[in-house]
């Protein structure tokens, strides 16, 4: 098993950042193809893919809508990744989920339910 904890996030105007941390923790992350990502949910609408890294390789992929404003970094030693949150926007607004997996194939990472173990989930609110 593996237990995420998502901190941060909060209330933001437009233009803003923030960051958001996830930390892993519950059993062994040394084999490879270890991913750990976001993915944020707005009222009313479904899980969406924001960002997310492999462990080994340092691969990054980010949904077009944050592309260039949000940066996915993590730490192998503290088992953390991290979201920074620039040039904020209130369409950015959601509870924002951290998601890991240690059998998910590259093709699936933007999908949800490629997914088997997930934070509790933090609120993000960007006023205008």
């Known amino acids: 098993q593996v237990q995420l904890v998502e901190s941060g996030g909060g209330l933001a105007q437009a233009g803003g950042s923030l960051r958001l941390s996830c930390a892993a923790s519950g059993r062994a992350f040394s084999g490879t193809r270890f991913y750990m990502g976001w993915f944020r949910q707005a009222p009313g609408k479904e899980r969406e893919f924001v960002a997310v890294t492999e462990r080994s390789s340092g691969y990054a992929d980010y949904a077009d809508s944050v592309k260039g404003r949000f940066t996915i970094s993590r730490d192998n030693a503290k088992n953390t990744v991290n979201l920074q949150m620039n040039n904020l926007k209130p369409e950015d607004t959601a509870v924002y989920y951290c998601?890991?997996?240690?059998?998910?194939?590259?093709?699936?990472?933007?999908?949800?339910?490629?997914?088997?173990?997930w934070g509790q989930g933090t609120q993000v609110t960007v006023s205008s």
């Open positions: 998601a890991a997996d240690g059998t998910i194939i590259r093709s699936s990472v933007r999908t949800a339910s490629a997914y088997d173990y």
